[in-house]
Antibody
Framework: QLQLQASGPGLVKPSETLSLSCAVSGDSVSSNIYYWGWVRQPPGKGLEWIGSIYFSGSTYYNPSLKTRVSMSVDTSNNQFSLKLTSLTAADTAIYYC???????????????????WGQGTQVTVSS | EIVLTQSPATLSLSPGERATLSCRASQSVSSYLAWYQQRPGQPPRLVMY???NRATGIPARFSGSGSGTDFTLTITSLEPEDFALYYC?????FGQGTKVEFK
């Protein structure tokens, strides 16, 4: 059974960098079928896709966050990670890691449905 | 950029009633639309993918339909556990959600 477990610091100061990891069990991040993504949900608000990564290291990021986001995959530990820089209070949210499939095309790939989600980790940006 | 608009924002219904949730795209889109259910304190759960395919473990009272710009999630007879938030999603974009609440 697939499980994803996000972990991170919980509380981060403004202007600092957030680092989150997502440990995967029951599947391999080296899968050539699935992709691995991050989605966040500010308190009382909807879902916002942050970005996704393929085992090869290929990434796509939300254009509104692109200048502040980076993702990586660690196949030896079966996990993937998110870094978000220059944090503000607007980045306060629950951060979910999730697995999804994608359509592949000549110029890259486009996400389809997110079929498995981790429980999420609360991140608060405050001094 | 495609925008997904869900309506209504809130649907007040009683158990046993039919729920019809709408998701409208800002331009004609493919059939890869998905729906998620989110209960309080829980992560989203995939309910429907590719417009009309139920995800694993989703009961038959859930159905999806639509094409072009207009898509619908229907719950034929609401069970107590169906009262939750529902989001539609296409590629990078999520709708703003519809809350199905007890009347």
């Amino acid at each position: 059974q697939l499980q994803l477990q996000a972990s991170g610091p919980g509380l981060v100061k403004p202007s600092e960098t957030l680092s989150l990891s997502c440990a995967v069990s029951g599947d391999s991040v080296s899968s050539n079928i699935y992709y691995w993504g991050w989605v966040r949900q500010p308190p009382g608000k909807g879902l916002e896709w942050i970005g996704s990564i393929y085992f090869s290291g290929s990434t796509y990021y939300n254009p509104s966050l692109k200048t502040r986001v980076s993702m990586s995959v660690d196949t030896s530990n079966n996990q993937f990670s998110l870094k978000l820089t220059s944090l503000t209070a607007a980045d306060t949210a629950i951060y979910y890691c999730a697995r999804h499939s994608a359509i592949r095309h000549t110029s890259g790939w486009t996400p389809l449905d997110f079929d498995s989600w981790g429980q999420g980790t609360q991140v608060t940006v405050s001094s | 950029e495609i925008v997904l608009t869900q309506s209504p924002a809130t649907l007040s219904l009683s158990p046993g009633e039919r729920a019809t949730l709408s998701c409208r795209a800002s331009q004609s889109v493919s059939s890869y639309l998905a729906w998620y259910q989110q209960r309080p304190g829980q992560p989203p759960r995939l309910v429907m993918y590719d417009t009309s395919n139920r995800a694993t473990g989703i009961p038959a009272r859930f159905s999806g339909s639509g094409s072009g710009t207009d898509f619908t999630l229907t719950i034929t007879s609401l069970e107590p556990e169906d009262f939750a938030l529902y989001y539609c999603q296409l590629h990078w974009t999520f709708g703003q959600g519809t809350k199905v609440e007890f009347k």
